[in-house]
Each structure stands twice: as structure tokens, then as C-alpha cells.
């Protein structure tokens, strides 16, 4: 079945380092790739996504390169901010007779010092 | 443009009992997929409804069970419930054009005593 891996965490950066959170999938077919960013006590935000290889989605300054041939969709920003600290999750929605069922990673806690 | 909303915020029932957790899709939005989040997980899907029919369900027995309703709002039931089963409850709806992206609500705390 399909599948998501991301990296552990919790990830610890200061403020202005530069990210990267990995992500690498196994899914049959041509799935469409989503990072989302869950803050404490709130629920999942769409942060963006890509549907298909070579495809970047961008958002907030944060990117992701849809990357067929090594089945991967980090998550990168140039510049973290202390508000940019939540948990991140990477995620696949493949069709499945006609229905979009999305795969979840276990998610990356992000941690952003003044 | 109305997003996803669900109620209540916050549940506590004890064990044996039975809940019903409800939520209104995005306006536009005819699919509803329910997903239940354990502390330090992620979101587990239970089912989805597309057009008041269940469209894929997952890994959960059989007193998880949903309904949803002409206007595209939906029900999430949890019949005798166990400890396990706190968590937090999310709903995500997704529409005609998009049906690949998943809007989701705030959640509902649901606590097992």
C-alpha cells in the first residue's frame, strides 16, 4: 500500500536558519504530494502542494519540489521564524477507483529559537 | 467562503458510552473524510463519504460508523467506547476540481475516562 516517511523530530533550529524536512513515498500510480502544518490545539492547515514530477509548491516562503525519480517532497524555507514552530506532516493522495483516500507521515515537530 | 467546522470543541465520556461528532463541510465541498489523531501521530483515516455514500473506509472496526446528510454535513458515531479512542477527531472535506486536497476543520478533543 501507499506509504509516507518523514524525518523524525523534533527539529530545533534558531531563528533565520534554513530548513529541510525530509520526505520520501512509495504509492502506486502518479499521487498528488501535500505538506500540511498543524499549530498546537488546531487542526491541520493546507501549507502546499504539488500534482505532479518537477512541480514546486510554494507558500510562505516554505517549498517543495515534487521529485519523481527519487520518490521524495522536501519541505525547505530559506529564513524560519519563532511563529513557524508546529508540526509538519507530508502527505499522498492517490485516486482509488474514482475516490482520493491521502497517506499521512507521522508528522515532524518543527522547534524555532528567538 | 465558509470552512470546515465541527462541534463540540471538547468531549469527555467514559467508557461503554457512545458519541456523535458532527461537522459541516466547506461550501462547495460534496466529500467528507473523518480521521482520528492520536497524541504524537498522525491523522488516521476512518472513512470517507462522498454523496451520503461511504467511500473508502480504513482500519477501524465496525462501531466507528458515519452518515452524511443532503446539504453534505456529516456524523462521525463511536458506539461503546474504549479508553483508546481519545484522541482528536478531525474532519476534512474536499470538492469537484480539488477532489485530491483535503480542507480540514479544528478537530473535536474527545476524552475517554
Known amino acids: 500500500g501507499d506509504s509516507v516517511t518523514q524525518m523524525e523530530g523534533p527539529v530545533t533550529l534558531s531563528e533565520e536558519a534554513f530548513l529541510t524536512i525530509n520526505c520520501t513515498y512509495t504509492a502506486t500510480g502518479y499521487p498528488s504530494l501535500f505538506w500540511y502544518v498543524q499549530y498546537p490545539g488546531e487542526g491541520l492547515q493546507l501549507l502546499l502542494k504539488?500534482?505532479?514530477?518537477?512541480d514546486k509548491g510554494s507558500n510562505k516562503g516554505f517549498e517543495a519540489t515534487y521529485r519523481k525519480e527519487t520518490t521524495s517532497f522536501h519541505l525547505e524555507k530559506g529564513s524560519v521564524q519563532v511563529s513557524d514552530s508546529a508540526v509538519y506532516f507530508c502527505a499522498l493522495t492517490a485516486s482509488s477507483g474514482g475516490s482520493y483516500i491521502p497517506t499521512f507521515g507521522r508528522g515532524t515537530s518543527l522547534i524555532v529559537h528567538p | 467562503e465558509t470552512g470546515v467546522t465541527q462541534s463540540p470543541t471538547h468531549l469527555i465520556k467514559t467508557r461503554g458510552q457512545q458519541v456523535t461528532l458532527r461537522c459541516s463541510s466547506q461550501s462547495g465541498h460534496n466529500t467528507v473524510s473523518w480521521y482520528q489523531q492520536a497524541l504524537g501521530q498522525g491523522p488516521q483515516f476512518i472513512f470517507q463519504?462522498?454523496?451520503?455514500?461511504?467511500?473508502g473506509r480504513g482500519n477501524f472496526p465496525p462501531r466507528f460508523s458515519g452518515l452524511q446528510f443532503p446539504n453534505y454535513s456529516s456524523e462521525l458515531n463511536v458506539n461503546a467506547l474504549e479508553l483508546d479512542d481519545s484522541a482528536l477527531y478531525l474532519c476534512a472535506s474536499s470538492g469537484p476540481g480539488q477532489a485530491d486536497t483535503q480542507y480540514f476543520g479544528p478537530g473535536t478533543r474527545l476524552t475517554v475516562l
Open positions: 463519504y462522498y454523496r451520503e455514500e461511504e467511500n
Open positions: 504539488a500534482t505532479k514530477a518537477d
